[in-house]
Nanobody, 127 residues
Framework: QLQLVESGGGLVQPGESLTLSCTASGATVDNYFIGWFRQAPGKEREGVSCMASPSDNTLYANSVKGRFTISRDTAKNTVSLQMNNLKPEDTAVYYC????????????????????WGQGTQVTVSS
């Protein structure tokens, strides 16, 4: 059974960078599409990015395109989210989620498509 644990959140100033890690256990991340989602206080959960497998196709929300990069490290069984030029509006609890590969070449950042979720890690961007 796949389990996911996020780490790397914290408090940073606008313009700074932060890397989040999603560490998997119970299964290899190579057999899953992994997505990153975030939820700010009082707002709905929104998709941030995802990576498909085995195609390695990626998808980014327009709000983070050009600033965030998703990557997979098979040896560490992790999926990371490199976040650059962080903005106050990036403040949220960030979650990673997985769904077993089904032959699709492309992933989508729709929460209902994912069935395994981590506990979340807080990212706060403030001056």
């Amino acid at each position: 059974q796949l389990q996911l644990v996020e780490s790397g959140g914290g408090l940073v100033q606008p313009g700074e960078s932060l890397t989040l890690s999603c560490t998997a256990s119970g299964a290899t991340v190579d057999n899953y599409f992994i997505g990153w989602f975030r939820q700010a206080p009082g707002k709905e959960r929104e998709g941030v990015s995802c990576m498909a497998s085995p195609s390695d196709n990626t998808l980014y929300a327009n709000s983070v395109k050009g600033r965030f990069t998703i990557s997979r490290d098979t040896a560490k069984n992790t999926v990371s989210l490199q976040m650059n030029n962080l903005k106050p509006e990036d403040t949220a609890v960030y979650y990673c989620a997985g769904i077993r590969i089904n032959g699709d070449a492309y992933c989508y950042i729709l929460p209902l498509l994912y069935d395994t979720w981590g506990q979340g890690t807080q990212v706060t961007v403030s001056s």
